[in-house]
């Protein structure tokens, strides 16, 4: 049994009541935890991250809380991605600044055609854990639960989970929010490729149409938000502070400016939700197929008690397949209740397959096709589509099939790169922005 901190004996940072509820709250069953064979390390670690600096302000949450609140009102949309695993050795500035960039151009593609602002939120400076569907591999050993717990190599020494490298996640955490910081006051640039798919995407769709704007033009200052899984919480548990901003007092977490929570760990009576409710940031949860209206509605009466528009953000993950006929009963009985959430479509996550050469892989059809559901739904019942969510990367990778260079299965090995799930390259990103932006207007 993991060793439970004493957070009463820390009032300075987080006050008396909240601390119990915390306590309360970890206590509870947590799904998709790593069991640290040594118990006394791992809670020598916790300690340590408890006095760690934030690696947001709380101002910049504060921010993010009222952007999301127009996103909400149907006055912006939002654009989430990144990563699905963010990786200590991928921690690196050229990383960083494709993954930011490629975030960048899609927004700018979508600002267009929705006519309206577009919010980012990157998948970086933490999105270091990973739930995973099994406990151990085909090999028999523990599974890789990303570098914030283990190692992928296949040994039982990587993949033994080790508590030391939460304090490692947390460095390059820091570290990176440092560079999101400096490469958003510098402006992105865009990269040659992406200037040539624009150009050509110009072409394509001018005549008649809008103007694109003119991406030749130097790099503005860009604001870009972090976040990532709210899933080890061990880590979660770390940098929290009291806030006493809203109608409630509750904790502001220093560790990213939104966290979501995923789908096998959004157990109505378990760590997470419970966690959640506690938190002061904006909240995602992620929904897949097995979710019920009525469980949507419980979780938004949880997680969204004073009724702050963009508080929540529900993220669909239906699957292209099932989308129509599985999210309007959802968002029909959240839309009656009152709430005013965000909705957000992960495209990704519900068209998961393995090719035929046994790569975890997903189609760029099915992946237009879960978003033009989405689009369609809302627009039947009048509701705001809100926003993406989506595994994206600057990196010229083949990871995901289809796009206009038809990555085919046997190119995959190519440069499969991803820690975990497969992400559409720069191309294949920016080309679905601009298919979003047919749906857009
Ligand atoms: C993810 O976003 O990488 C993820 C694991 O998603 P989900 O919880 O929706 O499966
Ligand atoms: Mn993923």
Redesign the pocket.
Known sequence: MKRQPDFAAHGRAVDRVLAGRLSAALARPAAQQPGWPDAERAAEVIELLHDAEPIVAPEETARLRARLASVARGEAFLLQGGD??ETFAGNTEPHLRANLGVLARMGEVLAEAAGLPVVKIA?MAGQFA??RSRTVDALGLPVYRGDIVNSPECTVAARTPDPHRMLLAYAHAAGAMDLVRKLCAEGLEEPLAAQVVLAGARRASSPGGRPFPDFGRPPRPAEIYVSH?MLLLDYERAVLRTDSSGPEPRLSSGLAHFL?I????RQLDGAHIAFAELLSNPIGL?L?PSCTPEEVVEYVRRLDPHRTPGRLTL?S?MGHAQVRELLPPIVEKVAASGHEVIWQC?P??GNTRTSGNGYKTRHFGHVVAELAGFFAVHRQLGTHPGGI?V?VTGDDVTECLGGAAGIAEADLPDRYLTA??PRLNADQSVELAFAIAKMLR
């Open positions: 699905c695993a998948r990973k739930p899984e979501w995923g789908e096998r760990t992620k897949g993220v993950r992960d990704m996550h969510h595994e975990c799930d």
